[in-house]
């Protein structure tokens, strides 16, 4: 075994590994970029070297900085964590002929796989299904679109490198292909230097299930069973699990023998994961191979038992893989969740910003929590918006749902917009318990998952006003409210207006009139009698009518999460001597919605445009984003020009009748 290795990597994925190394008594250096040089994965590791600036590009891309920082710090070898570098051909031979050890496939198995027309061609003439589809050499646009409508639609385009939905487009028509190529070789050339395309058949019905596959020196590959991530936005996933509630055993056995097949197919070494697409008529096919650890991995180790950073340890030292096929079991369900700083109510868009509050549920054998941030920490515009991955086992399917819903309800995020309301949602959904995981599960579902943000139950509103209201009586007497055993004691009547802002911006006023002992609160002409019992610390307890619930609101400064058995919700208490002139003209200007790097701009100063019209696109943690005009009217202004950075809430466009 290694005595120090270095990780070429950060966050959360850092973490992870650090954590193993520390069990096996293996020293750890952590890299850094100049914005995180107090992130969490410098402070777990044993040391730590600078290679750069905040961008990818000027750090964690620069093969040569961590290969001189290796070398220097006496590492033995480079475990390149997922993302970055850790399917980058060259980085994995230079690393080689340092005289370091790759913790990860042969360079020569990355670039069989590392661009999916050839992985295609490759396993097609090993016996694997492959989706039906265009994976030539001619990139020609006419010729792109002439083989599209051979395929038919609809159709994907996809990238030829890379992954994690960059560079992929769903084209439902012949119409529409152009500029869905158009933008699909434009984030490919952006996030992988490479702008190639393929084309797949869409499949119908379709579930992504993966296969965790390893290999080793001594001839021997295996699986680790099978992830299923259907659960999807914006062609990323959102949740995995295992096992698949869709295959069954026959159909488990063929596809783990094909994952298997792949990895023989390229003397695969290391950890890696095959995909598979399984339509409706649970036919299924070959997409492409991740010559990496996933971050899913976790779901694999929950049901096995194994720690998968282990293996990739233990085989890039030379050993032997620690278990056979036949002595690899399964036991229970886990599921993954992802939390990110990001908005489903506007498309997923990712968000940045400090993490004021993060509160994270108990750990232990059924409950994981894989992180790379604390509380303080920021989420910058350079990096992945993923906070944290939350992991729930149980003996059943029914029984991980129910520990995950919990640990759910005990994660507290605040400062930063998330997707924690969301998956609470998702996860509490009925057709999800009842099975149903096809990768069109969230548009199919929407109006429940993404449901209306002005629709705040009277519970939430009453839980933040409560909260408000103990926080107030705190700082006027000078003692904590939640030290009287008395419970909500209205001896004096008065009268109360408080005004909380939805996420939709609208406010709604909850305008109590104290009694003694318990309170009349009117909300939208309503009146409802409210008591608050015995309550500790963010839990309240409180009557409410004929009802009696518990609540937990959490708040940081003016911003209030309430959750309450009605579910989750966020609220702004509005300053009531906060002046804010009115808006004339609400949409006489676009601002930016996040902080980015202008792509292209597709409008100019004089213009006419319509509502709707892409104006600019926007690329923003990886991902491209087109904003499109708020208006009909002329473009008054444009603030910045193709390749400038931008700040969040930045003026974009100014409008003109």
């Given at each position: ?34 914005v ?69 496939p ?9 661009l ?5 061609a ?5 016996g ?10 001619n ?6 679109a ?29 119409g ?7 933008a ?14 393929l ?19 001594h ?38 023998e ?45 049901i ?6 282990e ?67 920021t989420?910058?515009?350079?990096y ?38 969301f998956?609470?949602?998702?996860v ?30 009277l519970?939430?509103?009453v ?42 911006g609208?406010?709604v ?10 309170a ?62 009115a808006?004339?003209l ?5 601002t ?9 701009i ?17 690329e ?15 473009v ?8 400038d ?13």
């Open positions: 075994m290694f005595a120090r290795i270095l990780i070429a990597n950060r966050g959360e994925i850092a973490c992870r590994v650090i954590r193993t190394c520390r069990a096996l008594a293996v020293r750890t250096v952590a890299v850094h970029s100049s995180d040089a107090h992130a969490l994965h410098v402070e777990m590791a044993d040391e730590a070297w600078a290679i750069g600036g905040p961008s990818p590009a000027d750090s964690y891309l620069r093969g040569d900085r961590i290969i001189e920082a290796a070398l220097a710090c006496g590492a033995q070898a480079i475990h390149p964590g997922y993302g970055f570098l850790s399917e980058n051909e060259e980085f994995a031979r230079a690393v080689e002929a340092a005289g370091l050890v790759f913790i990860g042969t360079p020569e198995a990355i670039e069989k796989m590392g999916k027309d050839r992985a295609k490759i396993l097609e003439k090993a694997v299904p492959v989706v039906p589809g265009y994976h030539g050499e990139q020609g646009d006419a010729f792109l002439g083989q599209a409508s051979k395929i038919g639609f609809p159709l994907l385009v996809k990238a030829v490198a890379g992954g994690g939905g960059r560079g992929m487009r769903l084209v439902a028509s012949a529409e292909f152009d500029a869905q190529l158009a699909a070789r434009r984030e490919a050339k952006g996030a992988f230097g490479d702008d190639r395309v084309l797949e058949r869409f499949v119908q019905g379709p579930h992504h299930v993966e296969f965790q596959v390893f290999g080793d020196t001839g021997n590959h295996v699986h680790l069973f099978e992830r299923e991530c259907s659960i999807q936005r914006r062609h990323q996933k959102v949740l995995e699990e295992s096992p698949s509630p869709f295959l069954d055993e026959a159909l488990r056995q063929r596809m783990g094909a994952a298997v097949a792949a990895a023989k197919a390229i003397g695969y070494r290391g950890a890696g994961t095959v995909e598979f697409i399984v339509g409706a008529d649970r036919k299924f096919y070959f997409m492409e191979m991740n010559t990496r650890l996933q971050v899913e991995h976790p779901v694999t180790e929950m096995t038992g194994e720690d998968l950073v293996w990739q340890l233990r085989v890039a030292a030379g050993e032997p893989l620690p278990l056979s096929q036949d002595e690899i079991m399964a036991a229970g369900h886990a599921i993954e969740v992802r939390l990110c700083a990001e908005n489903p109510g506007n498309g997923f868009l990712p968000e940045t910003g400090r993490i004021a509050v993060l509160r994270a549920p108990p750990e232990g054998p059924a409950v994981r929590l894989d992180t790379g941030v604390r509380e303080g920490d989420v910058s515009v350079f992945d918006s993923m906070i944290g991955k939350l992991v729930a086992w149980g003996r059943d399917r029914d029984e991980a749902a129910r520990r995950l819903q919990d640990a759910l309800a005990r994660t507290e995020i605040l400062g930063v917009r998330t997707n924690l309301a998956l609470e949602r998702l509490a959904h009925p057709a999800w318990l009842a099975g149903d995981t096809d990768t069109g599960f969230i548009e199919a579902h929407r109006a429940d998952l993404l449901p209306d943000p002005g629709e705040v139950p519970e939430a509103l839980a933040a006003a409560v909260r408000v209201y103990l926080d107030e009586r705190a700082a006027a007497t000078g003692t904590s409210a939640w030290d009287d055993a008395g419970g909500w004691r209205l001896n004096q009547p008065a009268t109360r207006l408080i005004e909380l802002r939805r996420a939709d609208e406010t006023t909850v305008n109590a009139t104290m009694g003694a002992g318990h009349e609160v009117e909300v939208a002409g309503r009146a409802h009698r409210v008591v608050l019992g015995p309550s500790d610390g963010e839990r309240l307890q409180i009557a409410l009518d004929d009802e009696t619930f518990f609540a937990r609101v959490v708040r940081d400064g003016d911003v209030l999460s309430a959750s309450t058995p009605a579910g989750r919700h966020e609220l702004v208490l509005v300053d009531p001597f906060h002046y804010e002139p808006d004339l609400p949409d006489a200007r676009l930016a919605l996040m902080p980015g790097r202008v792509v292209k597709l409008a100019r100063a004089g213009d006419a445009v319509a509502k709707g019209q892409s104006l600019m696109i926007l923003a943690m990886k991902m491209e984003h087109t904003l499109v005009s708020p208006r009909d009217g002329v008054d202004r444009v603030a910045f020009n193709e390749g950075l931008v700040p969040a809430d930045a003026l974009l466009f100014a409008f003109r009748e």
